[in-house]
């Protein structure tokens, strides 16, 4: 069974940074996209940042310059470097796995991991 489990999430004043990691498990080929997404108070989860297996990147306008998203086809692993926080960034952030060449309709995702960011 894959599962994909975050850790890194927590507090911390605007400004600073965090790093959030996700490994999945259960997986025996790689994931065409992984990325993150989060879900602040009220609001509709969003796509953050994805990395193709290639190495292509996608990010949210509001994150750019910001925030990296890097990632390890071999060891299954996105990880999430996000630095200058913002009282906005504040967010439940979900990582995400999906398309494989044995099943390209497949889409994971984890737990959730909280970041609150404090003015």
């Known amino acids: 069974q894959v599962q994909l489990v975050e850790s890194g999430g927590g507090l911390v004043q605007a400004g600073g940074s965090l790093r959030l990691s996700c490994a999945a498990s259960?997986?025996?080929?790689?994931?065409?996209?992984m990325g993150w997404y989060r879900q602040g108070p009220g609001k509709q989860r969003e796509l953050v940042a994805t990395m193709t297996s290639g190495g292509e990147t996608n990010y949210v306008d509001s994150v750019k310059g910001r925030f990296t998203i890097s990632r390890d086809n071999g060891e299954s692993t996105v990880d999430l470097q996000m630095a200058s926080l913002k009282p906005e960034d504040t967010a439940v952030y979900y990582c995400n796995g999906r398309g494989t060449v044995v099943n390209p309709g497949s889409n994971y995702w984890g737990q959730g991991t909280q970041v609150t960011v404090s003015s």
């Open positions: 259960g997986i025996t080929v790689i994931f065409n996209v």
